[in-house]
């Protein structure tokens, strides 16, 4: 994946040194929105499409397990990656159900967590590899799992505002 045809992002590899703080500044725009209560976000504007706050509780995850990843990264050589679950989360962990606010902090950690995992990785750390199975199963280097967490955050916020407009 070089880009994302659906929002246009562009996968610059060179760009990772400098994902954790666009993560975090990313991680802290979903949060106001999670946390604006005069909003709603609650409803799914389409039954097979996630409300905004289900969107939120799924970047949450996202930024935990990526931080997961990573720090396995670290300690395995070329570890490989079951997917995360991401549709059955949905329901397991009652994303429905879940306060914005409660959400928009954890977010937020989440995002700051991952960034502080990044930002301890050396310069021959970026190139370490994993397994990776989206979008399909591929050798990656932790600079693409990087700058991959950008892409999610970036994408999932445009999702909610999207639905929010």
Do not use: K
Request: aromatic share 8%.
């Amino acid at each position: 994946m070089e880009r994302c045809e659906e929002c246009g992002f562009e996968y610059e590899l060179n760009d990772a040194a400098r994902a954790g703080q666009s993560i975090v500044e990313g991680g802290v725009e979903f949060a106001a929105v999670l946390g604006n209560q005069t909003l709603d976000l609650t409803t799914r504007r389409q039954a097979a499409t996630w409300s905004p706050l289900e969107y939120g509780c799924h970047l949450r995850d996202v930024l935990l397990v990526q931080r997961e990843r990573v720090l396995a990264a670290r300690r395995t050589d070329t570890p490989s990656f079951d997917p995360m679950g991401r549709d059955e989360r949905v329901e397991h962990d009652g994303y429905a159900d879940q306060d914005p606010v409660i959400v928009a902090r954890q977010l937020s950690e989440a995002a700051r967590m991952f960034a502080n995992v990044l930002a301890r990785l050396g310069t021959e750390d970026w190139d370490r590899t994993v397994i990776y199975n989206y979008p399909t199963r591929l050798e990656r280097p932790l600079r693409w799992v990087a700058v991959h967490t950008v892409h999610e955050v970036r994408h999932h916020l445009l999702d909610v505002r999207r639905q929010l407009a």
